[in-house]
């Protein structure tokens, strides 16, 4: 069986883990990523997972015969090249990723953004396995989104497709957008964004959106009420998406899709509120494989890149 490693590269940890053919994960290696030390530093992270990771015996002695990446910022899997990323990673933009791992560690690397190994992971072994039309979307520090059609990952002319968490949000006001932007739903919709919004609206210091959501679940209205507007912002720009694209299933991961019935309730019915009639019953469903999903789907790159 052949062995792949998959490698999540984000703008706090990066991740590595062992998997098999079959999909199975192995072992798994998390480390801070060094995001202030510059480009390097962060190469050389990954590269360090990989190695330990290549050591691990995975049954019958079987070497790892390729790697996968998914990467924060933009990603051209042609070329392998980081085209333009937020300052989350100093220096980031412009690395060529595929080129500098491999020479690294000395074996073929396939990239990808982030959010799009975490749709191909879902297209896997999670829940969107045998679908060929998929609309993933991955809620955390960011809004990012990954469109399947036809079973392929679109990547558009420029590897900008997907960027959802960009789309103009209703309401949004002027709030400023990572991006450069004002009012984007990213800006209104995000981990960061929702508990923002918490604390100035009740002057408390909450450090964690996991306090919003518990007080939430716990029927503590602001905490409910900044929950659900965030989530209602975001349905609406998906149930938007759906009626231009029109999947067979939408899959929501990243952490803030842990906020609880809360949050979920008025996702999904922004998103009904907004689809054409033809979508009203089209399953918005969360991640199956959570903090997983990206690794498996970069492991996946790994086995198509080695076939
Ligand atoms: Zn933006």
């Known amino acids: ?64 015969a390729a790697v996968g990446v998914g990467s924060a910022g933009v990603v051209d899997p042609e070329s392998g090249v ?19 791992l491999s020479r690294e560690v000395g074996l073929p690397v396939a990239v990808d953004n982030d959010v799009h190994a975490h749709a191909r992971g879902e297209r896997w072994r999670g829940a969107a396995a045998g679908r060929t039309d998929v609309l993933v979307m991955v809620v955390g520090t960011g ?8 079973g392929r990952v679109r990547h558009g002319a420029h590897a900008v497709a997907g960027h959802a968490g960009h ?19 990213e800006a209104v919709a995000s981990g960061p964004a929702l508990l923002a919004e918490y604390r100035r609206r009740t002057g408390s210091g ?9 007080l939430a679940a716990e029927g503590d209205p602001t905490a409910a009420a900044v929950l659900a507007e965030g989530a209602a912002v975001l349905g609406s ?5 759906l009626n231009v694209v029109d999947p067979e299933i939408v899959v929501v991961g990243g952490g803030v ?30 991640s199956a494989l959570g903090a997983g999903a990206a690794l498996l789907g970069a492991a996946r790159m790994a086995l198509e890149e080695e076939a």
């Not at 980081?82 to 500098?100: C, F, K, P, Y």
């Not at 909450?206 to 518990?214: G, K, R, S, Y």
Request: glycine letters at 16%.
């Open 82 to 100: 980081v085209v333009s990323a937020t300052g989350a990673i100093a220096g980031w933009a412009g690395t060529d990723l595929r080129g500098e």
């Open 237 to 241: 720009a998906i149930g938007g998406l």
């Open 167 to 185: 789309l103009p949000a209703p309401g949004g006001g002027d709030r400023p957008c990572p991006c450069g932007a004002r009012g984007h739903v």
């Open 257 to 286: 899709a842990g906020c609880g019935e809360v949050w979920w309730n008025a996702l999904r019915e922004a998103v009904r509120a907004e689809v054409l009639p033809a979508l009203r019953d089209l399953p918005v469903v969360p």
């Open 1 to 64: 069986m052949t062995l792949v490693i998959g490698v999540d590269i984000g703008g706090t940890k990066t991740s590595a883990g062992l998997v098999d053919s079959a999909g199975a994960l192995l072992a798994v290696r998390t480390v801070p990523t060094p995001a202030d030390r510059g480009r390097k530093a962060v190469i050389g992270a990954a590269a360090g997972l990989v190695r330990a990771l290549a050591d691990v015996p995975g049954g019958a002695g079987e070497k790892v």
């Open 206 to 214: 909450a450090a964690h959106l996991a306090e919003v959501a518990h």
């Open 143 to 150: 809004v990012g989104a990954s469109l399947v059609l036809g």
